[in-house]
Nanobody, 116 residues
Framework: VQLQASGGGSVQSGGSLTLSCAISGFPSDDYAIGWFRQAAGKEREGVSCIATSDGATYYTDPVKGRFTISRDAAKNTVYLQMNSLQVRDTAVYLC??????????WGQGTQVTVSS
């Protein structure tokens, strides 16, 4: 299983970024895919995920209304559109894929830095 994340960068507060995570080799059509983030000195935090079975989505409270997760099934890619970015969104963002049966796989992190 391989996950290739991209799209991080540096923006000013209020700006936008879109993260992408392309998945290959996952042995099931039924899985969750999403993003965690980890800021320096803080615990890893679940940001958002989407279930392929029914399209259900999850967002952690601090990003609700600002972030949108979507999936392109044909490209096996998930996107995280991040709007109205705030300094507190600064973190390494990590994408993951998996389910309870297969376990979870992680991609490399992509840095998001938001400056005031």
């Amino acid at each position: 299983v391989q996950l290739q994340a991209s799209g991080g960068g540096s923006v000013q507060s209020g700006g936008s970024l879109t993260l992408s995570c392309a998945i290959s080799g996952f042995p099931s059509d039924d899985y969750a895919i999403g993003w965690f983030r980890q800021a320096a000195g803080k615990e890893r935090e679940g940001v958002s995920c989407i279930a392929t079975s029914d399209g259900a989505t999850y967002y952690t409270d601090p990003v609700k209304g600002r972030f949108t997760i979507s999936r392109d099934a044909a490209k096996n890619t998930v996107y995280l559109q991040m709007n109205s970015l705030q300094v507190r969104d600064t973190a390494v963002y990590l994408c993951y894929v998996g389910n309870a049966r297969t376990g979870y796989f992680w991609g490399q992190g992509t840095q998001v830095t938001v400056s005031s």
